[in-house]
């Protein structure tokens, strides 16, 4: 299984960005699928999650209400909105099931500047 974060770049604090996270290899058809982010010297967390099958979306508290997930299951494919940036939500974004199971992706780079 193959997971391609892209749609990260250097942006300026309120501004928004799309991250989509396509799948290779297998399709997620139950479980959930989620964003983490990491930033040098800490670990990976959770950002975002979204049940496969039905939808339903589970966030951080940093990022709630500025941040949505969505799911096409058609495509195979997984995104996060992030309106309002700010500065601290500098990182690199990675997708993964929930539960970290698959093996990461390269990660998208998310740069806010002040």
């Known amino acids: 299984v193959q997971l391609q974060a892209s749609g990260g770049g250097l942006v300026q604090a309120g501004d928004s960005l799309r991250l989509s996270c396509a799948a290779s290899?297998?399709?997620?058809?139950?479980?959930?699928m989620a964003w983490f982010r990491q930033t040098p010297g800490k670990e990976r967390g959770f950002v975002s999650a979204?049940?496969?099958?039905?939808?339903?979306?589970y966030y951080a508290d940093s990022v709630k209400g500025r941040f949505t997930i969505s799911r096409d299951s058609a495509k195979n494919t997984v995104y996060l909105q992030m309106n309002s940036l700010k500065p601290e939500d500098t990182a690199v974004y990675y997708c993964?099931?929930?539960?970290?199971?698959?093996?990461w992706g390269q990660g998208t780079q998310v740069t806010v500047s002040s």
């Open positions: 979204i049940r496969v099958n039905g939808g339903h979306t």
């Open positions: 993964n099931t929930y539960w970290r199971d698959e093996v």
């Open positions: 290899g297998r399709t997620f058809s139950s479980g959930y």
